[in-house]
């Protein structure tokens, strides 16, 4: 034998021997650890801020594919905290505490392996609300919202989530009706690494009824969601919603709702420096109502306009919201309602969507049971064909009455869901055909919760 196919044997005895050292050294993986590490090139996580105080923050996650999908359950923290991890079948629903996973105040976190899932936060607080929050896979160094309020009576929160080994540094950018407000107590603010900040609005913004913010980060990217706690008398309700990354020349609303007392509201923020001009139009079940005063609704560059609905639709009215920017200049926009909706007096805020797909996946029920609606609307030309199907715990359930329903060009469907949930949570999946559409999902608790929450659907492409 050559010398250097001596060298050769000696190398790969040598390494051969290593691997077996370090095989007898090191503990083995469970083969669910094993199976979920070897999908890491699939892994794909989603962020979760929850508020502090007393309340109950569930994560849901839906495996929408067609094989096994493995889950790694942790929080944001400045620790390494203990991960729980699941295999979730297909067409499975699996959810869990945030609180078993780590201290209040933090993010929660869901890594997923292996195939397609779709997560969101349901929030209930004993003193009396519900709250539903899409969570996101996408931090971001700019965030937007609408709406906020430090009125008499209105606790606003803005949850910051950093999840990464930097330090990120944070601004934010108040737009008011009128002018913008400066707040110097949160311009370069840190936010630690894997930590959750909590900023809290009214020690900053004194008594204003009602702006938009605008998140910015100079280093690092972060989560930012806001949480809004309102009790007047009449009204008491929470809200949740993780931000916008970027405004968008068109918003949709599958589900308003004129309160037969109180006032539903479509506020708008424009973030740019130039003047949008704004196009707003309802869908009901019969018809689009296109008022003649807001067929031309100007919004100053960084200002906030706010639309009173129940100036133009009766009280009790169901309906859609179409938005359209008529010059091309992209806005944010967010539906408020506060008041009384079928029985309950509650209190909301949620984003639209800002563009029409056919097939969607968006968060119905709740942990303690309740009402569930699904609202459809179609502004297009065509007919659409929507068939829904509902992933839950325990499988998938495609009731026949939920295939087929036709949504006719320019109205809004509205399914009752609640008979099918049997008092949990599920996962809707509709999917369209014919003419692309806008979905959104209404819960709603009565008793001592005594509120209602809305959710967008996430596109599936």
Same mark, same amino acid.
């Given at each position: 034998?050559?010398?250097?196919?001596?060298i050769?044997?000696a190398?790969?005895t040598?390494?051969?021997?290593?691997g077996?050292?370090?095989?007898?050294?090191?503990e083995?993986?469970?083969?669910?650890?094993?199976?979920?590490?070897s999908?890491?090139?699939?892994?794909?996580?989603?962020?979760c801020?929850?508020?502090?105080? @007393?309340?109950?923050?569930?994560m849901?996650?839906?495996?929408l594919?067609?094989? !096994?999908?493995?889950?790694?359950?942790? /929080?944001?923290?400045?620790? !390494?905290?203990?991960a729980?991890?699941?295999?979730?079948?297909?067409?499975?629903?699996?959810s869990?505490?945030?609180?078993?996973?780590?201290p209040?105040?933090?993010?929660?976190?869901?890594?997923?392996?292996?195939?397609?899932?779709?997560?969101s936060?349901?929030v209930?607080?004993?003193?009396?609300g519900?709250?539903?929050?899409?969570?996101? @896979?996408?931090?971001s160094?700019?965030?937007?919202?609408?709406?906020?309020?430090t009125?008499?009576?209105?606790?606003?929160?803005l949850?910051?989530?950093?999840?990464?080994?930097?330090?990120?540094?944070?601004?934010?950018?108040?737009?008011?009706?009128?002018?913008?407000?400066?707040?110097?107590?949160?311009?370069?603010?840190?936010?630690?690494?894997?930590?959750?900040?909590?900023?809290?609005?009214?020690?900053?913004?004194?008594? /204003?009824?009602?702006?938009?913010?605008?998140?910015?980060?100079?280093?690092?990217?972060?989560?930012?969601?806001?949480?809004?706690s309102?009790?007047?008398?009449?009204?008491?309700?929470?809200?949740?919603?993780?931000?916008?990354?970027?405004?968008?020349?068109?918003?949709? #609303?599958?589900?308003?709702?004129?309160?037969t007392?109180g006032?539903?509201?479509?506020?708008?923020?424009?973030?740019?420096?130039?003047?949008?001009?704004?196009?707003?139009?309802?869908?009901t079940?019969?018809?689009r109502?296109a008022?003649?005063?807001?067929?031309?609704?100007?919004?100053?560059?960084?200002?906030?306009?706010?639309?009173?609905?129940?100036?133009?639709?009766s009280?009790?009215?169901?309906?859609?919201?179409?938005?359209?920017?008529?010059?091309g200049?992209?806005?944010?926009?967010?539906?408020q309602?506060?008041?009384?909706?079928?029985?309950?007096?509650?209190?909301?805020?949620?984003?639209?969507?800002?563009?029409?797909?056919?097939?969607?996946?968006?968060? /119905?029920?709740?942990?303690?049971?309740?009402?569930?609606?699904?609202?459809?609307?179609?502004?297009?030309e065509?007919s659409?064909?929507?068939?829904?199907?509902?992933?839950?715990?325990?499988?998938?359930?495609?009731?026949?009455e939920?295939?087929g329903?036709?949504v006719?060009a320019?109205?809004?469907?509205?399914?009752?869901?609640?008979?099918?949930?049997?008092?949990?949570?599920?996962?809707?999946?509709?999917d369209?055909?014919?003419?692309?559409?806008?979905? !959104?999902?209404?819960?709603?608790?009565?008793?001592?919760?005594?509120? #209602?929450?809305?959710?967008?659907?996430?596109?599936?492409r």
């Amino acid at each position: 034998m050559k010398y250097g196919e001596w060298i050769f044997v000696a190398v790969v005895t040598a390494l051969l021997g290593l691997g077996l050292g370090l095989d007898m050294l090191l503990e083995p993986r469970s083969a669910q650890e094993a199976d979920i590490q070897s999908r890491r090139h699939l892994a794909s996580g989603s962020y979760c801020p929850v508020p502090s105080g @007393d309340l109950s923050a569930i994560m849901t996650t839906a495996n929408l594919g067609d094989g !096994e999908l493995g889950l790694r359950r942790s /929080v944001v923290a400045a620790a !390494e905290p203990d991960a729980e991890q699941v295999a979730l079948e297909p067409q499975r629903l699996s959810s869990i505490d945030v609180d078993e996973l780590g201290p209040q105040d933090s993010t929660g976190v869901v890594d997923a392996f292996g195939g397609r899932g779709h997560t969101s936060l349901s929030v209930l607080s004993p003193a009396g609300g519900v709250a539903s929050s899409l969570c996101t @896979d996408q931090p971001s160094a700019r965030w937007l919202f609408a709406t906020g309020s430090t009125a008499r009576d209105d606790d606003h929160y803005l949850l910051v989530s950093n999840p990464f080994r930097e330090e990120a540094l944070v601004s934010v950018r108040i737009m008011g009706p009128e002018q913008d407000v400066d707040l110097p107590l949160i311009t370069e603010e840190v936010v630690r690494a894997r930590s959750q900040r909590v900023f809290y609005m009214s020690e900053n913004l004194e008594e /204003v009824p009602s702006f938009g913010m605008e998140v910015t980060v100079s280093r690092g990217r972060v989560v930012a969601s806001r949480y809004s706690s309102v009790d007047v008398p009449g009204v008491d309700g929470i809200s949740l919603n993780t931000g916008t990354r970027s405004p968008a020349g068109q918003w949709y #609303f599958a589900n308003g709702r004129v309160p037969t007392e109180g006032e539903e509201s479509l506020v708008v923020v424009n973030p740019t420096s130039r003047e949008a001009l704004l196009s707003v139009l309802f869908i009901t079940e019969g018809e689009r109502v296109a008022p003649p005063e807001l067929a031309e609704v100007v919004v100053p560059a960084g200002r906030q306009v706010t639309v009173n609905t129940s100036e133009h639709l009766s009280r009790g009215d169901s309906h859609g919201i179409s938005l359209r920017s008529l010059n091309g200049v992209p806005v944010v926009a967010e539906r408020q309602i506060r008041g009384v909706v079928g029985s309950i007096r509650g209190f909301e805020t949620a984003f639209g969507v800002s563009e029409l797909v056919g097939d969607w996946a968006v968060p /119905v029920g709740t942990q303690e049971g309740g009402s569930s609606t699904l609202s459809i609307v179609n502004p297009g030309e065509g007919s659409a064909e929507v068939d829904i199907r509902l992933v839950t715990a325990d499988g998938e359930v495609e009731p026949q009455e939920l295939t087929g329903v036709v949504v006719a060009a320019g109205r809004k469907v509205s399914l009752d869901l609640t008979g099918y949930l049997g008092g949990g949570m599920a996962t809707a999946v509709v999917d369209a055909s014919g003419a692309d559409i806008a979905v !959104e999902s209404t819960m709603a608790l009565e008793g001592s919760y005594g509120d #209602f929450a809305t959710t967008p659907g996430v596109p599936l492409r």
